[in-house]
């Protein structure tokens, strides 16, 4: 079946380090792959998503690059701030299926 | 902004109960998701809604039900509360034309604790 998993469950970086967070996904059908930010407490909150007809596409401090050969996306930040320390999810979609699934998550930690 | 709102963020309830969990959104989205959140599996779907009193399964509806009779709210059901029922639940909501509710709009979360 489809799956979407991470490479590290959780990811130390010193205060404006820039920040590699990996995603792999199973399902060659995939049309959208999304990042979703989790603060504590909180609910997720959309990032950045990008189709599969492109490989990259940057927002503010942050680019998603995908790999559609080996099945990888990642999401790159920029100068990372204590106020992005939060457990990111990839998700991915695709036609046909009307709801998103969730990868199991990395935990960010940004030291001082 | 986009405000959904979960009824609860803390419930204790016993095993067997009927459980009710509320969500209400104010952005007239016609997409609603339940999702429950436990650590090391992500989030996973259980219902999902595109329209008033339409669901579709998701990858884990057993042992739940949703109803969805106004467009603004969507409750999820747990007929007969189990432990293993306890975890994190978390609604959310998008507008039309997103393919899978890419841009979902997420509610703070309700803790259910099932003893």
């Known amino acids: 079946g489809e799956s979407v998993g991470l490479h590290l469950p959780t990811l130390s970086v010193q205060e404006g380090d820039n920040s590699i967070i990996n995603c792999a996904y199973s399902?060659?059908?995939?049309?959208?792959f999304i990042w979703y930010k989790q603060e504590s407490g909180k609910g997720p909150q959309f990032i950045i998503d990008?189709?599969?007809?492109?490989d990259k596409r940057q927002g503010q401090r942050v680019t998603v690059l995908l790999n559609k050969t080996v099945k990888h996306l990642s999401l790159q930040i920029a100068a990372t701030q204590p106020g992005d320390s939060a457990v990111y999810f990839c998700?991915?979609?695709?036609?046909?299926?009307?709801?998103?699934?969730f990868g199991s998550g990395t935990r960010l930690q940004v030291q001082p | 902004d986009v405000k959904v709102t979960q009824s609860s963020r803390y419930l204790v309830k016993r095993t067997g109960e009927k459980v009710f969990l509320e969500c209400v959104q104010d952005?007239?989205?016609?997409?609603m998701f339940w999702y429950r959140q436990d650590p090391g599996l992500g989030l996973r779907l259980i219902y999902f809604?595109?329209?008033?009193?339409?669901?579709e399964k998701g990858d884990i509806p057993e042992g739940y039900s949703v109803s969805r009779e106004k467009k603004e709210r969507f409750s999820l059901i747990l007929e007969s509360a189990s432990t293993n029922q306890t975890s994190m639940y978390l609604c959310?909501?998008?507008?039309?034309?997103?393919?899978?509710?890419?841009?979902?709009?997420f509610g703070q979360g309700t803790r259910l604790t099932v003893v």
């Open positions: 959310a909501s998008s507008p039309p034309g997103q393919p899978g509710g890419t841009e979902a709009f």
């Open positions: 399902n060659s059908a995939s049309d959208y």
């Open positions: 990008i189709r599969s007809n492109m």
């Open positions: 998700a991915e979609t695709h036609t046909g299926r009307r709801a998103l699934t």
């Open positions: 952005m007239d989205h016609e997409n």
């Open positions: 809604s595109y329209d008033v009193k339409m669901k």
